[in-house]
């Protein structure tokens, strides 16, 4: 099972299209895709909380992670790095064991010119998490808002098709870790 994490709490941004994209090409490739829905109901970062029994919205990330053969994140980038909600979504991970060694990758959606922040600090914190970064799953694929269809998904065929090669390396990188 591949987990979906966006970065995004706006329904309609293009990180939520490619990751209902992504779960939709999975299907259609026999894998398991699941999108995590929970970035909004985390509780702020505090490392006194970080200990059991965790805050029930944490629980749960952490048993969502801990259930994945691997991870896709797509997120924005706001004010040069990650947004505050997906990095304490990232802060909660650093004290469990769930995501190290675990394969992941990201694909950024961002214009040309325009997100490299983002995945820096991605990169610098799935370090401390001790993540195994699927390097060549690493990917930018730019999306705009024509190329989102009614159903909130990507419709171009070349995006789809870069999205199934993306989770083709995550499922192939969560078979060799396992």
């Not at 705009?144 to 998904?153: F, H």
Request: include cysteine; proline fraction near 5%.
């Amino acid at each position: 099972m591949i987990l979906l994490l966006s970065g995004s709490l706006r329904a309609g941004s293009t990180n939520e299209a490619l990751l209902r994209t992504a779960q939709a090409v999975a299907a259609e490739a026999g894998v398991r895709a699941v999108a995590y829905d929970g970035l909004g109901r985390l509780p702020h970062f505090n490392p006194d909380d970080d200990r059991d029994p965790l805050p029930a919205a944490v629980a749960e990330l952490r048993a969502a992670v801990d259930a994945a053969d691997g991870v896709l994140v797509c997120t924005p980038e706001y004010a040069g790095t990650l947004p505050g909600a997906f990095k304490n979504l990232l802060d909660w991970t650093v004290g469990g064991t769930e995501i190290c060694d675990k394969p992941v990758a990201w694909v950024n959606v961002a214009a040309p010119g325009r997100g490299q922040g983002a995945e820096a600090t991605l990169r610098t914190v799935l370090g401390y998490t001790g993540a195994a970064v699927v390097e060549a799953a690493c990917v930018r694929v730019p999306v705009g808002r024509g190329d989102v269809g009614e159903d909130g998904a990507v419709t171009d065929a070349g995006i789809r098709r870069r999205i199934g090669e993306v989770l083709g390396l995550l499922v192939e990188a969560g078979a060799g870790a396992a």
